[in-house]
């Protein structure tokens, strides 16, 4: 009953402000144009507000599922007329807030004091008020100044129906469209839900703020502001107040002065710093969340608030998105086709020279122009075509990061539209495969993971004669390495020690990693010189008491 409540919601807000207007040139909009249409509303006085602003209107209506759809088409100026996309600006940080007072009440219940107590000051009026809370200015009694966020009341009742209704409709989508199943549309949305309730645990913000903050001490890329752990809770957070001006404030920016094409080529630094050193990145990077220091214009800083939503890469994927990035930015189109086949992401019998014709009539025109001339939109929407010709499946992990490429572009469009993304982007990449790859990767790889290594020797013996039947039973492995194996493992058994021998295995067991240096694939796909390195290296360790 209550999912119909929120059907019948839907429909009579669409019809209130008149969204019909937007399907009238759609033919492919279907059942719901219809509803609007044939809806008895639209007997009602045609509302005098433009179209842009009521189409804001409808979405801060309809709650935050449709608030955050609205935030991230506002950056997307390729896609959407300037009235459009100048409207849907104030979705940022102008939801409509909710009482001052029962600020104070869920801020008192919460910390169980009294608001003179925890405050020197606090404005009852709200700072600003977003899609799942509000912020309001206070003074802590040591002097510092801070804000405290507080989420609204009833709030999670209100996403819970609006996800129903999108579980309903991913199911459809996945059970009568041809598509659908390929486009994995409940686990999109499951993802989707697991991202919008840790929105709505302050406390879980104020941990990816923290892990922010650390991963940038001391950066002159990104600042983030300190959190007041004796004053956050599950729905109440405190935080360092920060001052700057709103990245989408292009004007102001210009008048002091600002490099706008460093703070462009910074923004596309922080990204992919976050994404390939870190892999852990804000991953709800629209305007109304970033800000950019007045300090020094020369060198200009961003500010980030609101890590409510933030991404993490397993290795696996990580890997792979650096190979195709550099893959794409050299034009090596065959290598590209062929990471997707060996990821998994296509089946393998996918002709490689089809596939790779089909990126390169995709992705050829997007190189050497600048990003005022490329629109990312385009570019997905032919890879998507090609996606159906060759039954690659979306990758529901990658989503988030999909949302964070949009929005980066869309700030980058507006900080400074000659920025050529491409060339900003290659030698970060090229720099991260080094490190990744070269001594210092190495010496990292050793001091994280060498003692486990040695604390798990004891279990090498039967891991490694494990590997070896596996690998004896691989088609078409030649009878030669077979024996080099089976040497290999008659001699491990043998019992001998020596101090060197610890630091040989584990600089073979190294070497070995970069020779394969991907992928969860290696245990059939490694070359032999690996497969050697690495058992050896193993048998090395194993004779060491």
């Given at each position: 009953?209550?999912?119909?409540?929120?059907?019948?919601?839907?429909?009579?807000?669409?019809?209130?402000?008149?969204?019909?207007?937007?399907?009238?040139?759609?033919?492919?909009?279907?059942?719901?144009?219809?509803?609007?249409?044939?809806?008895?509303?639209?007997?009602?006085?045609?509302?005098?507000?433009?179209?842009?602003?009521?189409?804001?209107?409808?979405?801060?209506?309809?709650?935050?599922?449709?608030v955050k759809f609205g935030q991230m088409l506002s950056t997307r100026r390729d896609l959407l007329p300037d009235d459009i996309a100048n409207e849907l600006q104030h979705l940022q940080d102008r939801v409509p807030p909710f009482s001052g007072e029962l600020s104070i009440k869920i801020i008192e219940?919460?910390?169980?004091?009294?608001?003179?107590?925890?405050?020197?000051?606090?404005?009852?009026?709200?700072?600003?008020?977003?899609?799942?809370?509000?912020?309001?200015?206070?003074?802590?009694?040591?002097?510092?100044?801070?804000?405290?966020?507080?989420?609204?009341?009833?709030?999670?009742?209100?996403?819970?129906?609006?996800?129903?209704?999108?579980?309903?409709?991913?199911?459809?989508?996945?059970?009568?469209?041809?598509?659908?199943?390929?486009?994995?549309?409940?686990?999109?949305?499951?993802?989707?839900?697991?991202?919008?309730?840790?929105?709505?645990?302050?406390?879980?913000?104020?941990?990816?703020?923290?892990?922010?903050?650390?991963?940038?001490?001391?950066?002159?890329?990104?600042?983030?502001?300190?959190?007041?752990?004796?004053?956050?809770?599950?729905?109440?957070?405190?935080?360092?107040?920060?001052?700057?001006?709103?990245?989408?404030?292009?004007?102001?920016?210009?008048?002091?002065?600002?490099?706008?094409?460093?703070?462009?080529?910074?923004?596309?630094?922080?990204?992919?710093?976050?994404?390939?050193?870190?892999?852990?990145?804000?991953?709800?990077?629209?305007?109304?969340?970033?800000?950019?220091?007045?300090?020094?214009?020369?060198?200009?800083?961003?500010?980030?608030?609101?890590?409510?939503?933030?991404?993490?890469?397993?290795?696996?994927?990580?890997?792979?998105?650096?190979?195709?990035?550099?893959?794409?930015?050299?034009?090596?189109?065959?290598?590209?086709?062929?990471?997707?086949?060996?990821?998994?992401?296509?089946?393998?019998?996918?002709?490689?020279?089809?596939?790779?014709?089909?990126?390169?009539?995709?992705?050829?025109?997007?190189?050497?122009?600048?990003?005022?001339?490329?629109?990312?939109?385009?570019?997905?929407?032919?890879?998507?075509?090609?996606?159906?010709?060759?039954?690659?499946?979306?990758?529901?992990?990658?989503?988030?990061?999909?949302?964070?490429?949009?929005?980066?572009?869309?700030?980058?469009?507006?900080?400074?539209?000659?920025?050529?993304?491409?060339?900003?982007?290659?030698?970060?990449?090229?720099?991260?495969?080094?490190?990744?790859?070269?001594?210092?990767?190495?010496?990292?790889?050793?001091?994280?993971?060498?003692?486990?290594?040695?604390?798990?020797?004891?279990?090498?013996?039967?891991?490694?004669?494990?590997?070896?039947?596996?690998?004896?039973?691989?088609?078409?492995?030649?009878?030669?390495?077979?024996?080099?194996?089976?040497?290999?493992?008659?001699?491990?058994?043998?019992?001998?020690?020596?101090?060197?021998?610890?630091?040989?295995?584990?600089?073979?067991?190294?070497?070995?990693?970069?020779?394969?240096?991907?992928?969860?694939?290696?245990?059939?796909?490694?070359?032999?010189?690996?497969?050697?390195?690495?058992?050896?290296?193993?048998?090395?360790?194993?004779?060491?008491?």
């Amino acid at each position: 009953m209550t999912r119909i409540t929120r059907i019948i919601k839907i429909i009579y807000i669409f019809s209130k402000y008149r969204l019909d207007d937007f399907f009238q040139a759609t033919p492919t909009s279907g059942l719901l144009r219809y509803l609007l249409i044939l809806s008895p509303l639209r007997l009602l006085p045609k509302p005098t507000r433009s179209r842009s602003e009521r189409l804001r209107l409808a979405l801060e209506e309809l709650g935050p599922i449709f608030v955050k759809f609205g935030q991230m088409l506002s950056t997307r100026r390729d896609l959407l007329p300037d009235d459009i996309a100048n409207e849907l600006q104030h979705l940022q940080d102008r939801v409509p807030p909710f009482s001052g007072e029962l600020s104070i009440k869920i801020i008192e219940k919460t910390l169980k004091q009294d608001i003179n107590t925890l405050f020197a000051e606090f404005e009852v009026t709200p700072l600003a008020s977003a899609s799942v809370a509000q912020v309001h200015s206070a003074r802590l009694h040591s002097g510092e100044g801070v804000v405290v966020k507080v989420i609204r009341p009833g709030i999670n009742i209100t996403i819970g129906q609006d996800l129903n209704l999108l579980f309903t409709l991913a199911r459809l989508i996945e059970k009568y469209w041809e598509d659908g199943r390929r486009l994995r549309p409940v686990e999109v949305v499951s993802d989707y839900k697991k991202t919008i309730f840790n929105e709505l645990d302050l406390q879980i913000e104020a941990g990816n703020t923290s892990q922010l903050r650390r991963n940038f001490m001391d950066s002159s890329l990104l600042y983030i502001p300190q959190v007041y752990w004796d004053y956050t809770r599950k729905n109440v957070l405190v935080m360092e107040r920060i001052h700057g001006i709103p990245v989408a404030n292009i004007a102001e920016l210009n008048k002091q002065n600002t490099d706008m094409k460093k703070l462009a080529e910074r923004g596309v630094e922080i990204f992919f710093t976050q994404v390939f050193r870190d892999s852990f990145f804000h991953a709800d990077m629209h305007p109304g969340n970033i800000f950019v220091s007045t300090e020094n214009p020369a060198e200009p800083q961003y500010i980030a608030i609101d890590c409510g939503i933030v991404g993490s890469l397993m290795p696996e994927d990580k890997n792979y998105l650096a190979r195709m990035l550099l893959a794409f930015f050299k034009r090596n189109y065959r290598q590209v086709a062929a990471l997707h086949i060996e990821s998994g992401w296509v089946p393998d019998n996918t002709p490689v020279a089809e596939f790779e014709t089909a990126i390169r009539s995709v992705c050829e025109p997007i190189f050497e122009k600048p990003l005022k001339d490329i629109s990312f939109g385009q570019v997905l929407l032919g890879l998507f075509q090609t996606a159906r010709q060759f039954n690659m499946e979306i990758q529901p992990q990658l989503v988030l990061l999909q949302k964070t490429l949009l929005n980066i572009e869309g700030l980058g469009r507006q900080i400074y539209p000659d920025l050529d993304l491409w060339h900003t982007a290659k030698p970060f990449m090229e720099d991260w495969m080094k490190q990744r790859s070269g001594p210092p990767g190495l010496i990292k790889a050793m001091r994280e993971q060498g003692p486990d290594w040695l604390e798990q020797s004891s279990e090498l013996p039967l891991l490694i004669m494990d590997a070896i039947q596996q690998v004896k039973h691989i088609k078409d492995y030649s009878e030669q390495q077979r024996s080099t194996l089976d040497l290999l493992s008659r001699e491990f058994l043998k019992e001998k020690s020596s101090s060197r021998q610890t630091w040989l295995g584990l600089g073979s067991l190294a070497l070995a990693a970069i020779i394969a240096t991907d992928g969860v694939h290696w245990l059939i796909d490694l070359p032999l010189s690996s497969w050697l390195l690495g058992i050896g290296g193993l048998y090395l360790l194993a004779r060491t008491p």
